[in-house]
């Protein structure tokens, strides 16, 4: 491994300011490989998809969008936990696997204490620590940081609960870790934040923000709040006051994220091509992310993923309003009838998803573009100007192509070889972001 430096940790609100998703590599022993691995720097979801999964995304089929996979399943919980996110499917696999011993420790985001959704990276050792975990947090956290203390712990198989870029980063240190198995379950995540600016914006879309356990932006096209007492609170897409909030909200790595699917995870746990209410949909990208299907088999109803509407008009009115300054928009009844409107005739299940992830590479490439053109060909994915071929973006005259003449760094060596060969050599310090 390489030498540790000293930690040193900028302030958050400056690591916000930046290009940085905070996902625990530059602030932990870690942070002299950050100028290899993380993804803000320069990206190798390419590379890495092809030596993770075995092959690059199919064209013409749905890998395009969502990243390479052997299946895509909807899936619930027959016994939902009580306090999860949606039925605990992503909780329950976590607990079996320490339970049937496949991992001796998970490292996951909890709550900190005294708080009902600030999120803090742990490592969990039991189940009864992973199910404190349960539920989605709104907020960057530092979670790979927790890679110290499995080190410290002697701990070699493990098991990641973690967003995409923080997948991507752990894959190019994999080699280095002294880990004997590496599970990754991941979770789809887009337009993350600090936890201060969650509780800005839970103040602007609820009657109770104090109250708000868990929030999602669900495929009803509505905001869903649950609180404290069990209640369900609601809010339409249409209605966010996005002009009261401002464009500052989502943290400017999110801007520019291209892997939503999470496509280097062993198992990709989600919502988008679930359906309502409580199915999510699986994603099982290779035979470990079968593996920890298996755990849960017993208690969980399986069914093929279904699909409706389509997402064309809602992806021109994206498209109109790209880069654009937020405004209060339509009167409210006029925006009552547009959101009838998208829950009767937009798309659903595995459609909403490719429109979510189409916009997704739409906005990320127009920001790469405008705010950091010189780097596009070092931010931005081969796969992502695939889903994108059919549209022209705001202010271009054809459809998005990839930067030509423009050389990458050269590709890892160490991607190729077998986990037990492959050393990083990096030791150089860098700046963050």
Not at 395 to 422: I, S
Request: aromatic letters at 8%.
């Amino acid at each position: 491994m390489a030498t540790p430096l000293p930690i040193v940790k900028p302030d958050a609100a400056e690591r916000f300011s930046r290009i940085c998703s905070d996902c625990g590599i530059c602030t932990s022993s870690l942070r002299p490989h950050v100028k290899e691995a993380c993804a803000f720097l320069v990206q190798k979801y390419d590379e890495l998809e092809l030596t993770v999964q075995g092959h690059a995304r199919r064209a013409g089929t749905d890998e395009v969008y969502f990243g390479p996979y052997k299946k895509i399943l909807r899936v619930r919980r027959q016994r939902p936990i009580a306090g999860a996110q949606w039925t605990g499917v992503v909780t329950t696999i976590a607990m079996r696997a320490l339970e049937q011993g496949l991992v001796e420790g998970v490292i996951l985001t909890g709550t900190e204490p005294g708080t009902l959704n600030k999120p803090q990276p742990v490592l969990a050792r039991t189940p009864e620590e992973v199910l404190a975990c349960r539920g989605n947090k709104f907020g960057l956290s530092p979670t790979l940081e927790k890679i110290d203390d499995a080190i410290a712990a002697g701990l070699k198989r493990v098991m990641v609960v973690g967003t995409p870029c923080q997948f991507h980063a752990l894959r190019v240190i994999e080699p280095t870790l002294p880990f004997d198995e590496l599970w990754c379950l991941g979770i789809l995540c887009s337009d993350n934040t600090t936890h201060e600016n969650y509780m800005t914006f839970l103040k602007s879309v609820s009657r109770s923000p104090d109250t708000v356990v868990h929030m999602e932006f669900m495929p009803d096209f509505r905001l869903w709040m649950r609180h404290t007492n069990g209640e369900v609170e609601k809010l339409n897409f249409v209605e966010i006051p996005m002009h009261e909030i401002g464009p500052d909200l989502i943290a400017p790595s999110c801007r520019v994220c291209f892997n939503y699917t999470n496509s280097l995870a062993d198992l990709s746990v989600g919502y988008m091509g679930g359906g309502m209410p409580d199915n999510q949909w699986l994603l099982i990208r290779n035979a470990k992310g079968w593996r920890l299907l298996d755990l849960i088999r017993d208690d969980v109803e399986l069914s093929e993923p279904t699909e409706s509407g389509s997402r064309a008009l809602a992806m021109k009115g994206f498209l109109s309003q790209l880069g654009k300054p937020y405004t209060k928009g339509a009167p409210r009844p006029v925006k009552k009838l547009i959101a009838f409107l998208q829950r009767r005739f937009g798309p659903r299940g595995l459609e909403f998803a490719r429109t979510r992830v189409e916009m997704k590479l739409a906005e990320g490439l127009f920001t790469v573009r405008r705010k950091a053109g010189h780097r596009e060909a070092l931010l931005v994915p081969r796969y992502a100007y695939v889903p994108l071929e059919k549209y022209v973006l705001p202010g271009e005259t054809q459809p998005p192509r990839p930067p030509v003449g423009v050389k990458r760094p050269r590709r890892l060596a160490t991607l190729g070889k077998p986990v037990k060969d492959r050393i990083l050599e990096s030791s150089d310090p860098v700046g963050v972001g």
